[in-house]
C-alpha cells in the first residue's frame, strides 16, 4: 500500500510539474545531463578502460599505458576499486571474468564466485518452525542470518580469480599490478556520497562488529563526506597478496586472520574450505544476434543464459522499426523478460550440482515458440508462465568493469560481496570486508531472499556448491573476429535488463554509445508481476498508457543498474561509464 501511495504521488508530481509526455526523443538518466560529457566518456584509439570509480580505471590506463595488456588492467582496477567501493565488492567476495583474444579468436571464462562451505546446509538459515532466523553475536540477536553476520559468509574466491586470470594472461609483473590499490589503501581517498550513504544504511550491523567499526564507524560515528578514509589493515593485506600469491590468503597468514573471525563469530568456514578453494575454468556461452557473435557467462550465472535467450527472442523483431521506448516495443521486452526470468527461478543453478538445460533455453526454436506466445495486445500474467513462486532478489551492490587494449582483447568482469558491506563482518587485522552472498542461495522454495528474488530447488544449498547469480558480463564481436563492444552491469537482478537494453539500444535502436548507456530502464523480474521505472526518468505518458493497459507500474528509488561499457568506433574506441554511479571511462 505505501508504495501504491508514494507512486500515486510522483505520478502527480509530474502531472503538476508538467512532464514531457514525449516519447520520441530518448529520455536519458537526469545525471547524464547534469555531468559534464567528458567525465563519463572517453576516446582512445588504443585502448579504453571503463569502472565505477575514476582512481580504479586510472589503476587500469596506468597499466595499458605501461605496456600492459586487457588482464593487467582489469585485474590492477579489480584490486583498486575493492578498495575504493567496500560498499559493492572487495577481496572478500567473488565474480565472473570473461577475456577474448583477438589474435586467436578464442574466449576464457572465469568462475570465481564464492563457494558454499562444507558445513552448510539445506535449513540453515531456518528456525524449528520453518522461517527464517536471526544471528546471534555478541549476546545481540541480528536479523536475516543469510544476510547479516558470519554464517552468511560463502568462501571468498576473488583473489583466487584475479590472480589465476593475471596468471594465464597478464603480461606485468604481479607486484606492479597491485601497486596503485595498495597505494590507495595507505594513503586513502575522501569518502564520495555513495559510501557515506552506504554506512548510514548498514550503519546498525556495521556498527555490531569490532572489525568494521574500526573502519567505518570510528569512535562510533559513521565516517563523513569528503572525510579520508584510510584502510592500513587492507593494505597490509595487498602487500602479502603482492609478494607470496593467493596461497597465503588461502593457507597462510591471511588465512589464519579469516578463520580467527569464523570463530569469534560462530561461522562456518573452516581451513579446508579456504584451502580447497578453487577457481573453475568454464566454457564461454556463445549466441549470435543480427550476424553478431553474443559471449556470455555460463551457469552459475544465470544472466549470460538469459540475455542470449532474451536476443533470440528478439531476433525475428525490427526493434527500430516498432520504435525506440514506443508503447509495443516496452510491451515486447517487458513479455521477453518475464519469459527469461521464469526460466531463471525454473532452471537456473550450479551446473556441477544440477542438470541445467542450456541446448534448450539457448536454441533458437525454444525462443521461437516463447516468442509466439507474446501476443502485441495482452499481457501475460505471470503465473501462467509457471505454477509455483521462484525468484531471489540480488544486491545492487556489485561492480563492473570494461577493458579493451591495443591488441584488441577485451575483458569483461562483474565482481560484488552481495549485500551492502557484504555480511557487515571485517575480519580483524585484515581490512576485508566479508561477503553474504550464502543469500543467493534459495533459503526455502517460495522464500523471497533480501532482494524478493525467490528460489527453486536448482538454486538450494549444498556443501561446495555455488550460489546463483545475474551477474552478467558480456563480449560482442564481429562477423571478422573482431571485438565490437564489452558491456557489464551491477544491479542484482537489474544486472540482466540493464545489459540487454544496453546491447539493444546500440545494435538495434543505433544509439550512441552514452546514450545507449543512459536512456531510462525498466524492468519485470516475472515476480512480482510488475513492470518497475525508473524514478523522474520514463515519460510520464508511457506509464499512464502502460497503467491503462493493465501493467502495475512501480517507481523505481533508484537507478537501474551502472553499465561500464565500450565500443569500437571509427578512430578506435568509446567508453562510456553510467552516470547512475561516480565512474570515469579512461582512453589512449
Known amino acids: 500500500m505505501r508504495s501504491q501511495f508514494r507512486n500515486s504521488i510522483f505520478l502527480g508530481l509530474l502531472t503538476l510539474l508538467g512532464v514531457s509526455c514525449s516519447t520520441t526523443s530518448v529520455p536519458t538518466f537526469p545525471s547524464a545531463e547534469k555531468r559534464e560529457r567528458s567525465d563519463f566518456v572517453a576516446h582512445g584509439k588504443q585502448g579504453m578502460i571503463a569502472t565505477a570509480h575514476p582512481l580504479a580505471s586510472q589503476a587500469g590506463l596506468d597499466m595499458l599505458q605501461h605496456g600492459g595488456n586487457a588482464v593487467d588492467a582489469a585485474v590492477a582496477a579489480s584490486f ?60 545481540k540477536t541480528i536479523p536475516d542470518a543469510s544476510v547479516n553476520g558470519h554464517l552468511s559468509v560463502g568462501v571468498p574466491g576473488l583473489v583466487a580469480g584475479l590472480l589465476r586470470a593475471h596468471r594465464d594472461f597478464g603480461s606485468l609483473p604481479l607486484s606492479i599490478v597491485m601497486a596503485p590499490a595498495i597505494k590507495i ?7 564520495n556520497l555513495e559510501l557515506a550513504n552506504a554506512i548510514v544504511r548498514r ?24 572525510q579520508l578514509l584510510k584502510q592500513s589493515d587492507l593494505a597490509k593485506t595487498l602487500r602479502l597478496v603482492s609478494l607470496h600469491g593467493a596461497d597465503v590468503f588461502y593457507k597462510g597468514e591471511i588465512a589464519e586472520k579469516i578463520l580467527a573471525e569464523m570463530q569469534a563469530g560462530k561461522g562456518i568456514i573452516s581451513a579446508g574450505d579456504l584451502r580447497n578453494y578453487a577457481v ?17 557467462m555460463p551457469p552459475p550465472s544465470s544472466g549470460g543464459v538469459h540475455i542470449i535467450e532474451m536476443l533470440n527472442m528478439l531476433a525475428g523483431d525490427d526493434l527500430q522499426k516498432v520504435g525506440f521506448h514506443q508503447l509495443e516495443s516496452i510491451h515486447l521486452l517487458t513479455e521477453v523478460m518475464k519469459r527469461a526470468y521464469a526460466d531463471r527461478a525454473k532452471f537456473l543453478g550450479d551446473m556441477d550440482y544440477v542438470d541445467v538445460p542450456l541446448d534448450r533455453l539457448l536454441s533458437k526454436e525454444y525462443a521461437f515458440r516463447l516468442r509466439s506466445q507474446i501476443k502485441p495486445q495482452r499481457i501475460t500474467p505471470s503465473l501462467e508462465l509457471a505454477k509455483a513462486p521462484q ?6 551492490s556489485t561492480t563492473h568493469i570494461s577493458v579493451v587494449d591495443r591488441f584488441g582483447n ?9 549485500f551492502t558491506f557484504g555480511s557487515g563482518v571485517v575480519a580483524r587485522g585484515t581490512g576485508i570486508v566479508l561477503n553474504d552472498e550464502m543469500d543467493d542461495f534459495s533459503i526455502k522454495e517460495g522464500v523471497p531472499n533480501a532482494y524478493q528474488l525467490v528460489g527453486g530447488e536448482a538454486n538450494a544449498i549444498e556443501p561446495g556448491k555455488t550460489m546463483l547469480s545475474s551477474m552478467s558480463p558480456t563480449l560482442i564481436v564481429g562477423a571478422e573476429g573482431k571485438l565490437e563492444m564489452v558491456v557489464g552491469s551491477p544491479g542484482g537482478s537489474h544486472i ?3 545489459t540487454l537494453q544496453t546491447i539493444i539500444n546500440f545494435l538495434d535502436y543505433k544509439l550512441p554509445l552514452d546514450q545507449a548507456v543512459h536512456a531510462y530502464r525498466f524492468h519485470h523480474q516475472w515476480l512480482p508481476d510488475e513492470i518497475e521505472v525508473e524514478y523522474g526518468v520514463m515519460p510520464l505518458k508511457s506509464v499512464l498508457t502502460l497503467q491503462q493497459r493493465g501493467y502495475k507500474v512501480r517507481v523505481a528509488t533508484r537507478g537501474m543498474g551502472d553499465v561500464q561499457a565500450i565500443a569500437r568506433s571509427e578512430n578506435g574506441w568509446i567508453g562510456v561509464s553510467d552516470t547512475r554511479s561516480i565512474g570515469k571511462s579512461l582512453g589512449y
Do not use: C
Not at 589503501?185 to 569518502?191: H, L, N, Q
Not at 550503519?203 to 569528503?226: C, D, R, T, W
Not at 525468484?391 to 545492487?396: F, L, M, R
Open 80 to 139: 583498486a576499486i575493492s578498495v575504493l567501493r567496500p560498499q559493492s565488492t572487495g577481496i572478500g567476495g567473488g565474480g565472473f571474468l570473461l577475456y577474448y583474444q583477438e589474435d586467436k579468436r578464442s574466449a576464457s571464462a572465469y568462475d570465481f564466485r564464492e563457494r558454499a562451505p562444507q558445513r552448510a546446509h539445506r535449513d540453515m538459515y531456518l528456525d524449528s518452525s520453518g522461517k527464517p532466523k536471526g544471528f546471534s553475536y555478541a549476546g
Open 185 to 191: 589503501a595507505i594513503e586513502g581517498f575522501p569518502v
Open 203 to 226: 550503519l546498525e550491523v556495521l556498527k555490531n562488529f569490532p572489525g568494521s567499526a574500526e573502519i567505518f564507524v570510528p569512535k562510533g560515528k559513521p565516517l563523513q563526506l569528503g
Open 280 to 296: 573453475k575454468i568454464r566454457q564461454p556461452l556463445v549466441g549470435e544476434y543480427h550476424g553478431y557473435q553474443v559471449l556470455a
Open 391 to 396: 525468484v531471489p532478489h540480488e544486491s545492487p
Open 410 to 418: 577485451g575483458v569483461s568482469t562483474t565482481q560484488t560481496i552481495n
Open 496 to 498: 540482466i535488463s540493464a
